[in-house]
């Protein structure tokens, strides 16, 4: 019997990448995103979603840079999640969440932190991952930090991993069961992130002058002090940011 899991943000970029390494591990996947009819946020559609569901991973994300809006999000999502994966008797629930997301709760890592929070003290049983940032990452600065011809870099110790690779530990810990808090995931090395816009910027063709500059307050900090950076005690992924860009060509 195949066993069904259910992939909150299941049409993101990490999100697809869950649900291909579930369906090549035998899963019955259902995706829960807004363009599947299931609005996370308000909770419509969720009900009746998990019957028969034996686990759910939550990948969910939303773009923003403010500590309310974060929080607004994460906590409407996580409770309707939790609420109705307990109601329909879903025995794990497995959560990814940001390396360093505790030492820097500002901004969007506070939504991050509330999420946490009310995983950990759910009555599901619940694991949890924490992962540096993507090597989409650098796309996301040149689409979300571009004015005019110009692109804003942040200053920042980064050490990207592959989505595919966390994806892969995701499906591990659905294949495990509840672990609790498991070892963080970091990618291979760290870059500059300047410099991967630049490789991106010359992979893609786009036109852009690259503003390097270390960004103000405590987030600002906390970018270039290598506190979102894993540990060398945490887990390592193997794609580096270069051979990733090859394999996006």
């Not at 960004?215 to 051979?243: C, E, I, K």
Request: glycine share 10%.
């Amino acid at each position: 019997m195949r066993h069904k899991i259910a992939v909150a943000g299941g049409t993101g970029v990490l999100g697809r990448h869950v649900v291909e390494a579930a369906g090549r591990r035998g899963y019955d996947v259902v995706t829960l995103a807004h363009s599947r009819g299931v609005d996370l946020v308000s909770g419509t559609g969720l009900d009746g979603t998990l019957d028969d569901v034996v686990a759910v991973v939550d990948v969910t994300s939303v773009q923003t840079q403010s500590a309310r809006a974060s929080e607004q999000f994460y906590r409407a999502v996580t409770t309707n999640l939790l609420r109705a994966e307990k109601a329909a008797g879903v025995g794990h629930h497995v959560a990814l969440s940001i390396v360093g997301a505790d030492e820097a709760p500002y901004g969007y890592y506070a939504g991050k932190v509330l999420q946490e929070r009310l995983v950990t003290q759910s009555d599901v049983p619940w694991s949890l991952l924490r992962a540096t940032q993507f090597h989409e990452f650098a796309g996301q600065i040149m689409e979300r930090l571009r004015f005019g011809p110009f692109v804003v870099v942040p200053r920042m110790r980064s050490q990207p991993v592959a989505a595919a690779e966390v994806a892969g530990r995701l499906v591990d810990l659905v294949d495990a069961g509840p672990s609790g808090r498991v070892r963080d995931l970091g990618g291979p090395r760290e870059e500059d992130a300047a410099d991967m816009v630049r490789a991106l910027r010359a992979v893609t063709g786009a036109t852009a002058w690259i503003v390097h500059v270390p960004f103000p307050g405590a987030l600002g900090r906390a970018l270039r002090d290598g506190t979102l950076v894993a540990s060398s005690s945490a887990d390592h992924g193997t794609q580096t940011y270069t051979d990733w860009l090859r394999s996006q060509r």
